[in-house]
């Protein structure tokens, strides 16, 4: 007979799942190589059981992304060049956390207005995501985005550079940016990481959803 756990044992209990922060001893640290974003540096790290092992790792600023969705349900979806994988990708508006003190939601905003061409007046977040913390330090931190206009001309707008130049947009259904992910149309992990997360938040019409204001974890 099925419990009233649904189907588990009698007092076994799933436990919490909650990513926690914390370090283990550092003995030694050397930059292996440094460049204009990134850094890297090797950390010779203490084991619990006192072997001491080097881990290289990439220092990163971090970044923002931004799943900007219309009342039609639509993303504003945008087609960028990507050398390090020789490809040209759909993503969402993302950029860098480059400038030093300034909120999250500003710089998603910024992003928003230098990327697409829009603003928004009801700012989620939608999730904290960190894309390859077995070699980098990059977090990003992806925001919904609703209640969108388009950015007035005031005689100032953002000049795009280098690949920037030759970036696409276009509008986009939720449900067939999903099924891209899902058939391997797709590749980009921030843009995966804000539609999926767009696409479950969307169930219950956004309201689980966590204040712009609210700190990191990690």
């Known amino acids: 007979m099925r419990g009233a756990s649904g189907g588990r044992p009698p007092g076994l209990q799933p436990p919490r799942i909650r990513d926690e922060a914390g370090s283990w001893p550092v003995t030694e640290s050397s930059i292996l190589a440094s460049g204009r974003i990134v850094t890297v540096r090797e950390d010779m790290v203490r084991l619990p059981d006192g072997e001491v092992v080097g881990r290289e ?5 971090g970044a923002v992304g931004v799943v900007a969705l219309d009342e039609l349900d639509r993303v504003l979806m945008i087609r960028q060049y990507r050398h390090p994988v020789a490809a040209t990708l759909w993503e969402i508006p993302a950029g860098l956390r480059d400038v030093d003190g300034e909120p999250l939601v500003e710089t998603a905003r910024r992003e928003l207005a230098e990327e697409a061409g829009y603003q928004a ?36 707008e953002y000049v795009r550079q280098h690949e920037e130049a030759y970036l696409t947009v276009a509008w986009v259904p939720l449900d067939e940016v999903v099924r891209g992910i899902l058939s391997g149309d797709l590749h ?7 539609v999926l997360s767009a696409y479950a938040a969307r169930a219950d019409d956004f309201r689980t959803l966590r204040q712009v204001g609210e700190p990191e974890d990690l």
């Open 57 to 61: 790792l990439v220092e990163h600023p």
């Open 121 to 156: 007046a009801d700012w989620r977040v939608l999730a904290d995501y960190l894309s390859s913390p077995g070699i980098s330090t990059e977090r990003l931190r992806v925001f919904l985005a609703r209640g969108l206009s388009v950015v007035p001309a005031d005689g100032h």
């Open 188 to 194: 980009n992990g921030v843009a995966m990481v804000g």
